[in-house]
């Protein structure tokens, strides 16, 4: 997918998760086409709370596949698609498997 945010808007979901829109998107595999020191930052953090979020949900045992899972999954949660049967159910297992080897 390709989007135009601005750096201002960008930097504050990535802190804050407010709506997960672009944070959700770049706890995943993701290419950069154009980024700097400061953004690159905020996406490690940001993938780093992804991290942490899906360790301390899924309990004291789990496999490298479901905490991809379950990080992928993160930026689907309350997505309204979902509830209304309008999204493929298989979408986070799709992106998982596609790309297990990147995360």
């Known amino acids: 997918k390709y989007g135009v945010i601005s750096m201002c808007d960008l ?14 998107r770049l706890q995943k595999p993701v290419v950069l086409l154009n980024t700097t020191q400061e953004m690159n930052e905020r996406i490690e953090d940001n ?20 905490l991809f899972h379950h990080i992928t999954a993160l930026s689907y949660t309350g997505d309204p698609r979902f509830l209304v049967g309008a999204e493929n159910i298989h979408k986070v297992r799709n992106i998982v498997d596609t790309n297990v080897g990147a995360y």
Not at 11 to 22: F, G, K, V
Request: proline share 3%.
């Open 11 to 24: 930097l504050e979901d990535l802190n804050s998760w407010r709506t997960l829109y672009c944070a959700g």
């Open 47 to 66: 993938r780093r709370h992804a991290l942490l979020c899906a360790i301390l949900s899924l309990g004291p045992t789990f496999t490298e596949y479901e």
